[in-house]
């Protein structure tokens, strides 16, 4: 079974601090992804990553940037956290050439303060 | 601008009955539809999908309708259980540089009553 894991599940954070969001996948995909989930707005793509040190921005990469250094990793930042970051974080994965099902981990949800 | 739009925030159905999700779409360049289903405090999980060049895909309980002319299409649970009950997102890829994007609805809440 694919396996995409968050480092937290609740974060609490302080307007204007630095939040490194952390996501692992075990399936040696190519492709991982930051959304976020807010009510009425749905799931809304913040940055991708079509490869290692390769990223895209999605719709909404306003406050935010990533890093890519390693295929299994891909780490959503906030350099300086706002209130309006408050929200569900979901990253996923998916193999380059394999269907375009994304799998998700569990979701990070941000408090920022 | 929304390019995928689920217009019924919630959705309430017996159990036993049919519910029926609909969403709509407005970039004509989408290759493939997908439906995900998301229990509370879990990721979003893959439930089915159609190819733009079909117009319906079955499995099990659940089946996908695909209009193209409307842009338009529907997702039916037939019959509904209980265990249903979950926020269902529809989503939509177009193939952009480097691979496909998949652009989301704001999701349905599904409610089935016992």
């Known amino acids: 079974d694919v396996k995409v894991t968050q480092s937290s599940r609740y974060l609490v954070k302080r307007t204007g601090e630095k939040v490194f969001l952390e996501c692992v996948q075990d399936m040696d995909h190519e492709n991982m992804f930051w959304y976020r989930q807010d009510p009425g707005l749905g799931l809304r793509l913040i940055y991708f990553?079509?490869?290692?040190?390769?990223?895209e921005k999605g719709d909404i990469p306003e406050g935010y940037s990533v890093s890519r250094e390693k295929k299994e990793r891909f780490s959503l930042i906030l350099e300086s956290a706002s209130t309006n970051q408050t929200s569900m974080y979901l990253c996923a994965s998916r193999p380059r050439l394999k269907g375009l099902e994304l799998f998700f981990g569990s979701g990070t949800q941000l408090s920022v303060l | 601008d929304q390019q995928v739009k689920q217009n019924s925030p919630s959705l309430s159905v017996q159990e036993g009955r049919i519910s029926i999700l609909n969403c709509d779409y407005t970039?004509?360049?989408?290759?493939?539809f997908l439906w995900y289903k998301k229990y509370p405090a879990e990721g979003p999980t893959f439930l089915i999908s159609?190819?733009?060049?079909?117009d319906k895909n079955e499995d099990g309980r659940f089946t996908v309708f695909l209009n193209k002319s409307a842009k338009h299409l529907s997702l039916h649970i037939v019959p509904s259980q209980p265990g249903d009950s979950a926020v269902y997102f529809c989503a939509a890829s177009a193939l952009g540089t480097g691979g496909f994007k998949t652009i989301f609805g704001a999701g349905t809440r599904l409610f089935v009553k016992a």
């Open positions: 990553s079509y490869d290692v040190k390769m990223k």
């Open positions: 970039n004509s360049m989408f290759d493939y």
């Open positions: 159609i190819s733009s060049i079909k």
